[in-house]
Nanobody
Protein backbone atom coordinates (compact mmCIF):
# COMPACT_ATOMS: atom_id res chain seq x y z
CA UNK A 1 0.00 0.00 0.00
CA UNK A 2 3.00 2.29 0.43
CA UNK A 3 5.57 3.20 -2.22
CA UNK A 4 9.17 4.10 -1.36
CA UNK A 5 11.77 6.01 -3.36
CA UNK A 6 15.37 6.40 -2.19
CA UNK A 7 17.69 9.24 -3.13
CA UNK A 8 20.95 10.83 -2.04
CA UNK A 9 23.49 8.23 -3.09
CA UNK A 10 26.64 9.03 -4.97
CA UNK A 11 30.42 8.78 -5.16
CA UNK A 12 32.22 10.02 -2.04
CA UNK A 13 35.69 9.77 -0.52
CA UNK A 14 36.49 7.74 2.59
CA UNK A 15 35.69 9.73 5.72
CA UNK A 16 33.01 11.81 4.02
CA UNK A 17 29.36 12.19 5.02
CA UNK A 18 26.26 11.41 3.03
CA UNK A 19 22.53 11.54 3.78
CA UNK A 20 20.13 9.15 2.11
CA UNK A 21 16.42 9.93 1.90
CA UNK A 22 13.39 7.67 1.57
CA UNK A 23 10.25 9.36 0.31
CA UNK A 24 7.00 7.48 0.88
CA UNK A 25 3.61 7.82 -0.75
CA UNK A 26 0.31 5.97 -1.03
CA UNK A 27 -0.33 5.46 2.68
CA UNK A 28 0.18 7.06 6.08
CA UNK A 29 3.91 6.90 6.72
CA UNK A 30 3.56 6.87 10.50
CA UNK A 31 1.79 3.49 10.25
CA UNK A 32 5.04 1.80 9.19
CA UNK A 33 8.28 0.65 10.72
CA UNK A 34 11.25 1.57 8.49
CA UNK A 35 14.63 -0.01 7.86
CA UNK A 36 17.67 0.41 5.65
CA UNK A 37 19.42 -2.55 4.02
CA UNK A 38 22.39 -2.65 1.67
CA UNK A 39 23.79 -5.06 -0.87
CA UNK A 40 27.31 -5.06 -2.28
CA UNK A 41 28.25 -6.96 -5.46
CA UNK A 42 28.56 -10.68 -4.79
CA UNK A 43 27.22 -10.37 -1.24
CA UNK A 44 23.89 -10.96 0.46
CA UNK A 45 21.61 -8.08 1.30
CA UNK A 46 22.33 -7.08 4.89
CA UNK A 47 20.60 -5.10 7.61
CA UNK A 48 21.90 -1.60 8.29
CA UNK A 49 19.45 0.21 10.59
CA UNK A 50 15.80 0.29 11.66
CA UNK A 51 13.42 2.71 13.35
CA UNK A 52 9.98 2.30 14.87
CA UNK A 53 6.90 4.39 14.18
CA UNK A 54 7.55 7.24 16.61
CA UNK A 55 11.40 7.23 16.47
CA UNK A 56 11.63 5.93 20.05
CA UNK A 57 13.47 2.69 19.16
CA UNK A 58 16.57 2.74 16.93
CA UNK A 59 18.61 -0.29 15.89
CA UNK A 60 21.93 -0.57 14.07
CA UNK A 61 24.16 -3.23 12.61
CA UNK A 62 27.48 -3.51 14.45
CA UNK A 63 29.31 -2.49 11.28
CA UNK A 64 27.66 0.97 11.20
CA UNK A 65 26.92 1.70 14.86
CA UNK A 66 28.42 5.04 15.87
CA UNK A 67 28.82 6.18 12.27
CA UNK A 68 25.30 6.02 10.81
CA UNK A 69 22.09 7.53 12.19
CA UNK A 70 18.58 6.54 11.16
CA UNK A 71 15.75 9.05 11.53
CA UNK A 72 12.34 9.91 10.15
CA UNK A 73 10.01 12.86 9.69
CA UNK A 74 6.46 11.56 9.55
CA UNK A 75 5.04 14.99 8.69
CA UNK A 76 7.17 14.97 5.52
CA UNK A 77 6.63 11.24 4.84
CA UNK A 78 10.40 10.74 4.78
CA UNK A 79 12.97 8.45 6.30
CA UNK A 80 16.68 9.25 6.43
CA UNK A 81 20.01 7.54 6.85
CA UNK A 82 22.85 9.87 7.83
CA UNK A 83 26.16 8.26 6.94
CA UNK A 84 29.29 9.69 8.56
CA UNK A 85 32.92 8.59 8.38
CA UNK A 86 32.15 6.32 5.46
CA UNK A 87 34.51 3.51 4.51
CA UNK A 88 35.13 1.70 1.22
CA UNK A 89 33.34 -1.33 2.67
CA UNK A 90 30.17 0.80 2.92
CA UNK A 91 29.96 0.71 -0.88
CA UNK A 92 26.63 -0.90 -1.79
CA UNK A 93 23.17 -0.39 -3.17
CA UNK A 94 21.13 0.97 -0.26
CA UNK A 95 17.45 0.10 0.08
CA UNK A 96 14.70 1.62 2.17
CA UNK A 97 12.13 -0.89 3.42
CA UNK A 98 8.88 -0.71 5.40
CA UNK A 99 6.47 -2.98 7.22
CA UNK A 100 3.31 -2.47 9.23
CA UNK A 101 4.51 -4.54 12.19
CA UNK A 102 7.44 -6.08 14.03
CA UNK A 103 7.06 -9.22 16.13
CA UNK A 104 9.21 -12.06 17.48
CA UNK A 105 8.93 -13.97 14.20
CA UNK A 106 9.49 -10.89 12.02
CA UNK A 107 12.07 -8.77 13.79
CA UNK A 108 13.68 -5.50 12.78
CA UNK A 109 16.83 -6.97 11.20
CA UNK A 110 15.18 -9.68 9.11
CA UNK A 111 14.81 -9.22 5.35
CA UNK A 112 11.58 -11.21 5.41
CA UNK A 113 9.99 -8.77 7.86
CA UNK A 114 9.66 -6.09 5.20
CA UNK A 115 7.11 -6.27 2.43
CA UNK A 116 7.64 -2.82 0.90
CA UNK A 117 10.91 -1.84 -0.76
CA UNK A 118 12.35 1.06 -2.70
CA UNK A 119 14.40 0.72 -5.87
CA UNK A 120 17.70 1.42 -4.13
CA UNK A 121 20.30 4.19 -4.33
CA UNK A 122 23.97 3.51 -5.03
CA UNK A 123 26.65 4.61 -2.57
CA UNK A 124 30.25 4.27 -3.69
CA UNK A 125 33.09 5.13 -1.31
CA UNK A 126 36.41 5.43 -3.08
CA UNK A 127 39.47 7.66 -3.24
Amino acid sequence: QVQLVESGGGLVQPGASLRLSCLSSGDTFSNYYVAWFRQAPGKEREFVAAINKNSFNLYYADSVRGRFTISRNNAENKGFLQMNSVKPEDTALYYCAATSKWDVSNWYDNLRTYNYWGQGTQVTVSS
